[in-house]
């Protein structure tokens, strides 16, 4: 199993423009987030996916979009890139169990500069 | 709306010596989980505690739980450099998703 993976792992964008970083796993998760981590800001969530079908507003969605495609794949769109996006995004996800085990798992995260 | 604080945020120490970061919330949580990230790496889950006043131990680190649910402990004990990174508290919200702490980032020196 490769777990959570994300592309690209890096990426320069220049002001204004577009771009969609790409998250896939493969443990028949229910769950995804996209997060953005900024020093001295912690693990701050963007939005995130219950489950296949549904999205929703996390803590700064402002100037994001998400689709998941399906139960494996969930996808985060830049529309018009700004300098305060430059970040590290970090893609999750987790089971839904009815117990209290249900740890997140993080990909390896993407590292974007905007000029 | 609902967060989780976390202190100190930054922690240098010496190798052998010992190294807490503590965390607090402003509601009652229903579980807490920690997580370390390595520095250049993402975050890896290590441990939940569950109830009220529980304790767990993995090797040198110990975690602790109020008995209110409303704070939690990490402790490691005689640092390695292999302990450097950041550690993360995170409880969940109303929303049923993880609210994390700003981290307490540990530099320890040879």
């Known amino acids: 199993n490769a777990g959570v993976t994300q592309t690209p792992k890096f990426q320069v964008l220049k002001t204004g423009q577009s771009m969609t970083l790409q998250c896939a796993q493969d443990m028949n998760h229910n769950s995804m987030y996209w997060y953005r981590q900024d020093p001295g800001m912690g693990l701050r969530l963007i939005y995130y996916?219950?489950?296949?079908?549904?999205?929703d507003k996390g803590e700064v969605p402002n100037g994001y979009n998400v689709s998941r495609l399906n139960k494996r794949e969930f996808s985060l769109r830049l529309e018009s890139a700004a300098p305060s996006q430059t970040s590290v995004y970090f893609c999750?996800?987790?089971?839904?169990?009815?117990?209290?085990?249900?740890?997140?798992?993080f990909g390896p995260g993407t590292r974007l500069t905007v000029l | 709306g609902q967060q989780v604080m976390q202190i100190p945020q930054y922690q240098h120490v010496q190798e052998g010596e010992d190294f807490t970061t503590y965390c607090n919330s402003s509601t009652t949580l229903s579980n807490i989980q920690w997580y370390k990230q390595r520095p250049g790496g993402h975050p890896v889950f290590l441990i939940q505690?569950?109830?009220?006043?529980e304790v767990k131990k993995q090797k040198r680190l110990t975690f602790q739980f109020g008995e209110a649910k409303k704070n939690s402990s990490l402790h490691i004990t005689a640092t390695q450099t292999t302990d450097v990174g950041t550690y993360f508290c995170a409880g969940r919200g109303s929303q049923g998703n993880l609210i994390f702490g700003k981290g307490t980032k540990l530099s320890v020196k040879p």
């Open positions: 505690l569950v109830k009220s006043g």
């Open positions: 996916s219950a489950s296949e079908g549904t999205t």
């Open positions: 999750a996800s987790r089971t839904v169990w009815q117990g209290p085990f249900n740890e997140q798992f």
